[in-house]
C-alpha cells in the first residue's frame, strides 16, 4: 500500500482518505480553530482501524475480523510502543514450580527496548486471591523476577508506567517533530498537540489444574480481564475478555492481539473492538502466548488543557493458550 508525504511530515494513505475526513471532523468538535494534519504516526494506525471497523457491514464478524487483520498487518509499523509483561512460562503444572517475569517496552515482541525503572509506578505479583506483592526494579533492564508460586490458580503479574506527556511542535520548516514535556514546557515553538498517555500491563500465569474461574481484576486504572478461566484459554476457542478504565467498562476501545512467533515481530493479526460493556471476543488461531492490547484516547478538559489536548490510554495483557 503506497502512502504520499506531506511538507508537513504526516501521509495519507489513498484509499483511506475518509478516514482522514472523520478524524478532521472530531478535531474540530474538539474546539481546535483549523483542520489537523493526519495524526502522529504512533496514532495513525489506530484512526484507520476506527474508521474500517465503523464502515464494514456487522452481519459477517468472521469476513469482518480476517478484513480487520489485513488493516492492521498494514499498518503495523505505525503502532506506538507499550509496556508488556511477560513470564519464561505461564503454565505451571503444580504448585512450588518457578518462573522469571520480565517487561518489553517497544514495538517487537517477545523484547525490544530495555525499561527504564524509573517510569513504573507499580511492578507487582498478585496471588489469586488478589493479595499483592512488589517485585524488584533495577534502572534500565528487562526489570527480571523469579517467582516461585505456591498456590494453585491464576496468578497475576501487574505493571503500571508513570504518567508522561509528549506534544508535537512544528519547526522552523513546518515539519512536525516530537517533543517531551506539556504545551508548557515548549518555549515559544508552535504548537500542534500534546497527549498525556498512561499505560498499563498484565500477565496471566495459570498453577495447577486450569479451571472455568476467571481471575481477578488487579486495580490497575486501565486493565483487560479475562471473563472466564484458563480451561477456556484453548487453541481456536473464542476467549472473553472485558476492559476497564478507571474501574468502569469502557465501550469502543480498539483491541489488537497477536500470537508471539507471529511474523512480522512488529505486527498484530487480530482486531476487533470493545462493545458497550467494555467486552470484546478474540478467537485463538493458535496454541502458544498471546499478547492483546486495548487503546482508547479522549479530549482533556478543563485547566490541564493549559497543559496537553488528549489522554491517552493503552492496556496490554499476556496469557498462555493451551493447545
Given at each position: 500500500m503506497s502512502s504520499d508525504a506531506r511538507p508537513d511530515g504526516s501521509f495519507v494513505i489513498p484509499f483511506l482518505a475518509a478516514a482522514e475526513q472523520c478524524q478532521q471532523r472530531q478535531w474540530l468538535k474538539s474546539e481546535r480553530l483549523a483542520l489537523a494534519p493526519l495524526p502522529k504516526v504512533e496514532d495513525a494506525s489506530m484512526i484507520i482501524l476506527r474508521f474500517v471497523i465503523s464502515t464494514l457491514p456487522r452481519t459477517y464478524p468472521m469476513q469482518r475480523t480476517v478484513f480487520l487483520s489485513l488493516v492492521l498487518l498494514t499498518v503495523s509499523s505505525l503502532s506506538a510502543h507499550e509496556i508488556k509483561v511477560l513470564a519464561s512460562n505461564q503454565q505451571l503444572g503444580e504448585a512450588g514450580g518457578k518462573t522469571t517475569v520480565f517487561l518489553s517496552w517497544g514495538h517487537r515482541l517477545p523484547i525490544d527496548d530495555l525499561v527504564d525503572s524509573a517510569t513504573i509506578a507499580r511492578y507487582d505479583l498478585v496471588a489469586p486471591d488478589g493479595k499483592a506483592t512488589a517485585l524488584k526494579l533495577a534502572e534500565k533492564s528487562l526489570q527480571t523476577n523469579v517467582v516461585e508460586l505456591k498456590e494453585p490458580g491464576v496468578h497475576q503479574v501487574a505493571v503500571a508506567r508513570k504518567y508522561s506527556t509528549y506534544t508535537y511542535i512544528f519547526d522552523e520548516e513546518g515539519q512536525r517533530q516530537l517533543k517531551r514535556g506539556s504545551k508548557?514546557?515548549?518555549?515559544?515553538?508552535?504548537?500542534?498537540?500534546?497527549?498525556?498517555?498512561?499505560?498499563?500491563?498484565?500477565?496471566?500465569?495459570?498453577?495447577?489444574?486450569?479451571?472455568?474461574?476467571?481471575?481477578?481484576?488487579?486495580?490497575?486504572?486501565?486493565?483487560?480481564?479475562?471473563?472466564?478461566?484458563?480451561a477456556k484459554w484453548t487453541n481456536a476457542a473464542t476467549l472473553r475478555f472485558q476492559v476497564l478504565l478507571e474501574g468502569k467498562p469502557l465501550s469502543t476501545a480498539e483491541v489488537v492481539a497477536r500470537p508471539i512467533g507471529f511474523k512480522p515481530d512488529n505486527a498484530w493479526n487480530y482486531a476487533t473492538m470493545s462493545n458497550r460493556k467494555g467486552?470484546?471476543?478474540?478467537?485463538?488461531?493458535?496454541?502458544?502466548?498471546?499478547?492483546?492490547?486495548?487503546?482508547?484516547?479522549?479530549?482533556?478538559?478543563?485547566?490541564?488543557?493549559?497543559?496537553?489536548?488528549?489522554?491517552?490510554?493503552?492496556?496490554?495483557?499476556?496469557?498462555?493458550?493451551?493447545?
Amino acid at each position: 500500500m503506497s502512502s504520499d508525504a506531506r511538507p508537513d511530515g504526516s501521509f495519507v494513505i489513498p484509499f483511506l482518505a475518509a478516514a482522514e475526513q472523520c478524524q478532521q471532523r472530531q478535531w474540530l468538535k474538539s474546539e481546535r480553530l483549523a483542520l489537523a494534519p493526519l495524526p502522529k504516526v504512533e496514532d495513525a494506525s489506530m484512526i484507520i482501524l476506527r474508521f474500517v471497523i465503523s464502515t464494514l457491514p456487522r452481519t459477517y464478524p468472521m469476513q469482518r475480523t480476517v478484513f480487520l487483520s489485513l488493516v492492521l498487518l498494514t499498518v503495523s509499523s505505525l503502532s506506538a510502543h507499550e509496556i508488556k509483561v511477560l513470564a519464561s512460562n505461564q503454565q505451571l503444572g503444580e504448585a512450588g514450580g518457578k518462573t522469571t517475569v520480565f517487561l518489553s517496552w517497544g514495538h517487537r515482541l517477545p523484547i525490544d527496548d530495555l525499561v527504564d525503572s524509573a517510569t513504573i509506578a507499580r511492578y507487582d505479583l498478585v496471588a489469586p486471591d488478589g493479595k499483592a506483592t512488589a517485585l524488584k526494579l533495577a534502572e534500565k533492564s528487562l526489570q527480571t523476577n523469579v517467582v516461585e508460586l505456591k498456590e494453585p490458580g491464576v496468578h497475576q503479574v501487574a505493571v503500571a508506567r508513570k504518567y508522561s506527556t509528549y506534544t508535537y511542535i512544528f519547526d522552523e520548516e513546518g515539519q512536525r517533530q516530537l517533543k517531551r514535556g506539556s504545551k508548557l514546557d515548549q518555549g515559544a515553538a508552535k504548537i500542534d498537540a500534546a497527549t498525556k498517555s498512561l499505560q498499563c500491563a498484565k500477565a496471566m500465569i495459570t498453577v495447577g489444574k486450569p479451571s472455568d474461574k476467571g481471575p481477578l481484576a488487579a486495580g490497575l486504572p486501565i486493565e483487560i480481564i479475562p471473563l472466564d478461566g484458563p480451561a477456556k484459554w484453548t487453541n481456536a476457542a473464542t476467549l472473553r475478555f472485558q476492559v476497564l478504565l478507571e474501574g468502569k467498562p469502557l465501550s469502543t476501545a480498539e483491541v489488537v492481539a497477536r500470537p508471539i512467533g507471529f511474523k512480522p515481530d512488529n505486527a498484530w493479526n487480530y482486531a476487533t473492538m470493545s462493545n458497550r460493556k467494555g467486552e470484546f471476543n478474540i478467537v485463538a488461531s493458535q496454541a502458544g502466548t498471546w499478547v492483546i492490547k486495548v487503546h482508547t484516547q479522549r479530549l482533556a478538559t478543563g485547566k490541564v488543557r493549559e497543559e496537553y489536548d488528549f489522554e491517552s490510554f493503552t492496556a496490554t495483557l499476556s496469557l498462555e493458550v493451551a493447545p
